[in-house]
């Protein structure tokens, strides 16, 4: 196509360069072979440029743009329901309390020999807001069990009231300091509030005496001079 418009346009400027034959009136000026080159190039590079012009030109492809970030799901903890942590020694639970309060029997670290008999007491607070009902046990937890039994409530503890808690034990035969450990807990068995402990130190040779109370102080009277 491109070589049929250079011909044509070429035969075009031959016949304009040849005059119009007899026909025509008044003579045309006639062109040299070097300007009919260069007419014949700036025909050539037109109708190339009109080609091009008319030629369809290339769609550019559609830019892509990256999609929107989602937010990630939320994680599921067992239907949406909050999932609550397990309460520790007198905590959470405002129902069942109980608070220590003193130690009514051997102090900590009263000395004891192999074998010996006491009785260790407690003074303990109901500081919840349920009553103690009977059947509540007193359990020991860990430690040295000191040969104490599960102590059973007898009848209920009203919210406030404060009630002596007492366990019968023998020292072992080993020698040393020894501790048990000691809670109340519901007739279903859940424990609740403070964990009470016995430490006694354990040492000599065997004895058969009980013992109900901690060492006690003796007082030395020192006595008056007398003046001369």
């Given at each position: 196509?491109?070589?049929?418009?250079?011909?044509?346009?070429?035969?075009?400027?031959?016949?304009?360069?040849?005059?119009?034959?007899?026909?025509?009136?008044?003579?045309?000026?006639?062109?040299?072979?070097?300007?009919?080159?260069?007419?014949?190039?700036?025909?050539?590079?037109?109708?190339?440029?009109?080609?091009?012009?008319?030629?369809?030109?290339?769609?550019?492809?559609?830019?892509?743009?990256?999609?929107?970030?989602?937010?990630?799901?939320?994680?599921?903890?067992?239907?949406?329901?909050?999932?609550?942590?397990?309460?520790?020694?007198?905590?959470?639970?405002?129902?069942?309390?109980?608070?220590?309060?003193?130690?009514?029997?051997?102090?900590?670290?009263?000395?004891?020999?192999?074998?010996?008999?006491?009785?260790?007491?407690?003074?303990?607070?109901?500081?919840?807001?349920?009553?103690?009902?009977?059947?509540?046990?007193?359990?020991?937890?860990?430690?040295?069990?000191?040969?104490?039994?599960?102590?059973?409530?007898?009848?209920?503890?009203?919210?406030?009231?404060?009630?002596?808690?007492?366990?019968?034990?023998?020292?072992?035969?080993?020698?040393?300091?020894?501790?048990?450990?000691?809670?109340?807990?519901?007739?279903?068995?859940?424990?609740?509030?403070?964990?009470?402990?016995?430490?006694?130190?354990?040492g000599g040779s065997a004895?058969?005496?009980?013992?109900?109370?901690?060492?006690?102080?003796?007082?030395?009277?020192?006595?008056?001079?007398?003046?001369?």
């Amino acid at each position: 196509m491109k070589r049929k418009f250079i011909i044509l346009g070429i035969c075009a400027l031959l016949i304009a360069s040849c005059g119009g034959g007899e026909a025509e009136a008044t003579p045309t000026n006639t062109l040299s072979p070097d300007e009919i080159q260069t007419l014949a190039i700036e025909t050539f590079s037109a109708v190339l440029t009109q080609t091009a012009l008319a030629a369809p030109s290339e769609t550019p492809f559609p830019t892509l743009t990256a999609s929107a970030t989602f937010a990630p799901f939320a994680t599921s903890t067992g239907g949406g329901l909050p999932v609550s942590s397990p309460t520790t020694s007198g905590g959470g639970n405002t129902c069942y309390r109980l608070t220590f309060v003193s130690d009514v029997t051997i102090p900590d670290n009263t000395s004891m020999t192999p074998g010996q008999n006491f009785t260790k007491t407690w003074k303990v607070l109901n500081s919840g807001s349920c009553a103690w009902d009977a059947g509540f046990k007193f359990t020991f937890t860990g430690g040295e069990q000191m040969s104490g039994v599960t102590y059973t409530l007898p009848s209920s503890v009203a919210p406030n009231a404060q009630i002596d808690v007492s366990v019968a034990m023998i020292a072992p035969s080993k020698t040393g300091t020894l501790r048990g450990n000691w809670r109340m807990q519901t007739a279903g068995g859940q424990f609740f509030g403070d964990e009470v402990y016995v430490q006694i130190i354990v040492g000599g040779s065997a004895a058969t005496g009980t013992a109900t109370t901690g060492p006690t102080a003796t007082a030395t009277e020192t006595p008056t001079p007398t003046p001369p």
